[in-house]
């Protein structure tokens, strides 16, 4: 059987269509901020991770973060893999609730180590007395000085737009369990 070449034109042009749709309809690659999950259990301090993603070098990022201050307590901020020792981290809680972070260049304009990957730990303590369930960690803008939720700097010392995801402390149930007990004795 022969194919009319008008036959074959067609399909080809489908084919691309199809494949033109499916690349447009990927997102686009961008840069986000996202403060990971932790959990633990009354008395202990967790670590929530705040990854950073990009597809090009980065040199500073800023955050300002809200946290249930009933439940949580004493937060900090602890360096991650992409901070080198090229950059300084700083934070500071202006009131309870409340924590700004940065990491930036303390020498020159070293870029992250990757474009991917844990930034630096948000540190806290869950009080003895917090009940079991989830608690936000969240951008914010209040707080002295009026400044943004976050900033992210690239190697040009340019602001970059950048998408931001918030996370979570699960403070767990069975915090006072006795973990000696067995099922048989």
Not at 31 to 54: F, H, K
Not at 123 to 141: E, F
Not at 143 to 168: D, E
């Amino acid at each position: 059987m022969k194919v009319k070449p008008l036959l074959s034109v067609s399909l080809l042009s489908v084919s691309c269509l199809v494949l033109l749709y499916s690349v447009l309809s990927c997102p686009a690659f961008a840069q986000m901020i996202d403060i990971g999950d932790a959990s633990g259990n009354p008395g202990e301090t967790v670590l929530a991770p705040v990854t950073l993603t990009a597809p090009s070098d980065m040199t500073a990022a800023f955050m300002r973060v809200s946290y249930n201050a009933t439940v949580l307590e004493n937060p900090s901020a602890a360096a991650g893999a992409l901070a080198s020792s090229g950059h300084a981290l700083d934070f500071n809680s202006p009131a309870p609730g409340q924590l700004n972070v940065i990491v930036c260049s303390s020498s020159g304009a070293p870029a992250f180590t990757a474009q991917s990957g844990v930034l630096f730990y948000l540190q806290v303590d869950i009080k003895r007395g917090a009940a079991p369930g989830d608690y936000s960690l969240t951008y914010t803008t209040a707080g002295a000085p009026a400044i943004p939720t976050t900033n992210l700097v690239n190697t040009a010392g340019a602001l970059v737009a950048h998408s931001t995801s918030p996370g979570k402390v699960t403070v767990n149930r069975f915090a006072n369990a006795n973990a000696s007990w067995m099922l048989y004795e």
